[in-house]
Nanobody, 121 residues
Framework: QVQLVESGGGLVQAGGSLRLSCAASGSIFVINFMAWYRQAPGKQRELVAHITSGDSGNYGDSVKGRFTISRDTAKNTVYLQMNSLKPEDTAVYYC???????????????WGQGTQVTVSS
């Protein structure tokens, strides 16, 4: 059974930094796509950044130049380094991955449970 577990959220002052992690576990053959989304209260979930095995990352306009996505293929983990945080970055951040599994792990799209990021002004 595939699971995605996020960590690293918390409370930070504006201008500060946080690093989120998302680790995938289970019988995983390959992860084709990993991404971070966020959802603020009363707003739709939005794509923050995504990365595949062949690129260095793609970003939403609101986070370009401040956030960096990276992945450790050997650990099946994706990271989101968030710098120069703003109060408008406050949201629940979710990890999403497109996984090819084997054995008891079904291939498909998986989501993590979310981690809260709160940026105070």
């Amino acid at each position: 059974q595939v699971q995605l577990v996020e960590s690293g959220g918390g409370l930070v002052q504006a201008g500060g930094s946080l690093r989120l992690s998302c680790a995938a576990s289970g019988s995983i053959f390959v992860i084709n796509f990993m991404a971070w989304y966020r959802q603020a209260p009363g707003k739709q979930r939005e794509l923050v950044a995504h990365i595949t095995s062949g690129d260095s990352g793609n970003y939403g306009d609101s986070v370009k130049g401040r956030f960096t996505i990276s992945r450790d293929t050997a650990k099946n983990t994706v990271y989101l380094q968030m710098n120069s945080l703003k109060p408008e970055d406050t949201a629940v951040y979710y990890c999403r991955a497109e996984i090819v599994g084997y054995g008891s792990s079904r291939s498909g799209v998986y989501w993590g449970q979310g981690t809260q990021v709160t940026v105070s002004s």
